[in-house]
Every structure is written in structure tokens, then in C-alpha cells.
């Protein structure tokens, strides 16, 4: 397996050096595992459908993601048997969310 390339992450970031592939693992995890559809409506926008199940796992990542890296903004809207994740971040931040939407693979978008 290659190692994970966190050269993305900006200065603003307080996650130790470390601990950064680590984190980056679990949302490429999140991503695989339970990413149903997934959508960019804008440049600091990234919508992801998920499985209702994989809501609580979602928001302990995003809360943890917030505390180091405050300039995100994550919500969470429940639609039935699905929750819509939104990750949304500043303009100056769009690079990051490039970064993270490109980990998302072959997860099918609408």
C-alpha cells in the first residue's frame, strides 16, 4: 500500500504532522465505505450522500476535523433512509476541498 501524501494540507491545519495521514485514512475510509453519491455544487462546496447508518461515524470525523481545522463547516440533513453530509469551506480553502474531493475515487456522483 502507498503511503498517504498529505502535501495538501494547509499551514492553518493545528493536526500534528504525524497524525495527518491518519486522518486522512478515516475520511478515505468514510469515503469507500459509505459514500453513496457525491456532488460539487460549487468550488468550496462538496456534497456527499451517505447511508443513515454511517451518520453518527461522520459527525465524530467531521467534529475532530473541526478542531483542527476550524475553516471547515460541515452539516448534516437527514433524508430518510440517507443523511447529506455538506462540507463546505472559505475560498482561500478551495484547494484543500479539491484535494479531499479527489480522494473520493470512483464513488459515483449524481
Known amino acids: 500500500m502507498e503511503p498517504i501524501q498529505v502535501e495538501w494540507v494547509p499551514d492553518a491545519c493545528t493536526l500534528p504532522t504525524a497524525e495527518q495521514p491518519l486522518r486522512v485514512a478515516e475520511f478515505d475510509e468514510l469515503f469507500t465505505e459509505s459514500v453513496l453519491r457525491h456532488s460539487r455544487p460549487e ?11 454511517a451518520e453518527d461515524r461522520a459527525r465524530e ?10 475553516f ?27 484535494a479531499l474531493a479527489a480522494r473520493l475515487g470512483d464513488a459515483p456522483s449524481p
Open 43 to 53: 468550488p468550496t462546496a462538496l456534497t456527499l450522500v451517505l447511508p443513515a447508518a
Open 72 to 98: 471547515f463547516r460541515f452539516g448534516f440533513e437527514s433524508a430518510g433512509a440517507e443523511v447529506v453530509m455538506s462540507i463546505e469551506v472559505p475560498a482561500a480553502q478551495s484547494g484543500v476541498l479539491d
Open 61 to 70: 470525523l467531521a467534529r475532530r476535523e473541526t478542531e483542527c481545522c476550524s
